[in-house]
C-alpha cells in the first residue's frame, strides 16, 4: 500500500500561484501513476492531471492546461502540482492518488490510495 500527504494549499488571490505537494510513503518502489484531482463544495471530484512513473508522460484536464503543471521527484517521494493563473474557479479541496495498475485513466475508480486532501481557496 501507498500513503499519501498533500500540502501546499491555502489562500491566495485570483492570478496567484500555488505548488501543492504529495509526498508517498510505503511501497514507493513500486513504479504507479499519480494524479491529482479536486473537489469543489457541492460537486463531484474531478481529474486534474497525471504523471506516469517516470515523469516523461503527463496529462492534463481541459480546465488546467497551460495553467497547471505536474512533475515528480522519485528520490524524494514527491509528486508536485505547480498552479499559476489562479482563478476563483479554481477554488477546491485537491487530493492527489496513485494508479498502481498504470491504467493512465483519468477515472476516480482507477486510484486506489488517496491523500487527505489539501484546501486551495482562490479570492477574486
Known amino acids: 500500500q501507498v500513503q499519501l500527504v498533500e500540502s501546499g494549499g491555502g489562500l491566495v488571490q485570483a492570478g496567484g500561484s500555488l505548488r501543492l505537494s504529495c509526498a508517498a510513503s510505503g511501497r514507493t518502489r513500486s513504479s504507479y501513476v499519480t494524479g491529482w484531482f479536486r473537489q469543489a463544495p457541492g460537486k463531484e471530484r474531478q481529474f486534474v492531471a497525471r504523471i506516469s512513473w517516470s515523469g516523461l508522460t503527463t496529462y492534463y484536464a481541459d480546465s488546467a492546461k497551460s495553467r497547471f503543471s505536474i512533475s515528480r521527484d522519485n528520490a524524494k517521494n514527491t509528486v508536485y502540482l505547480q498552479m499559476n493563473s489562479l482563478k476563483p474557479e479554481d477554488t477546491a479541496v485537491y487530493y492527489c492518488?496513485?494508479?498502481?495498475?498504470?491504467?493512465?485513466?483519468?477515472?476516480?475508480?482507477?486510484?486506489?490510495?488517496w491523500g487527505q486532501g489539501t484546501q486551495v481557496t482562490v479570492s477574486s
Open positions: 492518488a496513485a494508479d498502481r495498475g498504470n491504467t493512465y485513466s483519468t477515472s476516480i475508480s482507477a486510484y486506489d490510495s
